[in-house]
């Protein structure tokens, strides 16, 4: 058990579906991450809140959409998703330095994912 | 663009051997990540390391900042050590660079 938790941990959907996955960090800490894994590819950074906000979008699809209402809870919302978009997605956690970029970073956290299959 | 290489892709040992994973990276970075997978998909951070050596159990890590590069050595190995191991490398408002992921199976 790591302190995040993902759900659903498996979710199958069609192109015209609208679903969310949802992520809960119980260990306080200000930032949250999604992250891609395709099979047979690197895992990709697709988002990063920090405080709440915003701060990496990594050229995602407007078809995934990001919401972070407080530091604790991270959701990606997916709407006409497209097969090529069936792979496991990661949600992380983080206590980032208050001192901004540069600073050595920090362990990173990972939920189980969220096995997604689109039809 | 930081670029993370790990070797090999693939590693098949027997139970007891030594085990050395490499990574390289491109850029100067803050942070190196060596990172465990299990099959099924979940993630386990067993190093941060920006210097030296650090040692966990029968795990160490490694990292040479001049030359870009870190290992990741499993003394002992165990059937059970059989997973993804995967480096990565930054962090923070960046989030993280990942390696392809090195493949490790310990044979009994």
């Known amino acids: 058990e790591t302190g995040v938790t993902q759900t659903p941990r498996h979710l199958v959907m069609g192109m015209t579906n609208k679903k969310s996955l949802k992520c809960e960090q119980h260990?306080?800490?200000?930032?949250m991450y999604w992250y891609k894994q395709s099979a047979k590819k690197p895992l990709e950074l697709m988002f990063v809140?920090?405080?709440?906000?915003?701060?990496e979008n990594n050229s995602v699809p407007s078809r995934f959409s990001p919401e972070c209402p407080n530091s604790s809870h991270l959701f990606l919302h997916l709407h006409t998703l497209q097969p090529e978009d069936s792979a496991l997605y990661l949600c992380?956690?983080?206590?980032?330095?208050?001192?901004?970029?540069?600073?050595?970073?920090?362990?990173?956290?990972f939920g189980a994912g969220t096995r997604l299959s689109v039809l | 663009k930081n670029e993370v290489e790990q070797s090999p892709q693939n590693l098949t040992a027997q139970e007891g051997e030594f085990i050395t994973i490499n990574c390289s990276y491109s850029?100067?970075?803050?942070?190196l990540h060596w990172l465990q997978q299990h099959p099924g998909g979940g993630i386990v951070s067993l190093f941060m390391?920006?210097?030296g050596k650090k040692k966990h159990g029968r795990l160490i890590a490694t990292i040479n900042i001049q030359e870009k590069h870190s290992s990741l050595h499993i003394t002992a190995s165990h059937p059970r050590d059989s997973a993804v191991y995967i480096c990565?490398?930054?962090?923070?408002?960046?989030?993280?660079?990942f390696g392809k992921g090195t493949h490790l199976i310990i044979q009994p």
């Open positions: 992380a956690s983080s206590q980032e330095s208050t001192l901004g970029a540069g600073e050595m970073g920090y362990i990173q956290y």
């Open positions: 260990l306080g800490h200000n930032a």
């Open positions: 809140y920090n405080f709440k906000e915003q701060t």
């Open positions: 850029v100067g970075i803050s942070a």
């Open positions: 390391l920006s210097s």
């Open positions: 990565a490398s930054g962090g923070g408002a960046d989030g993280l660079t």
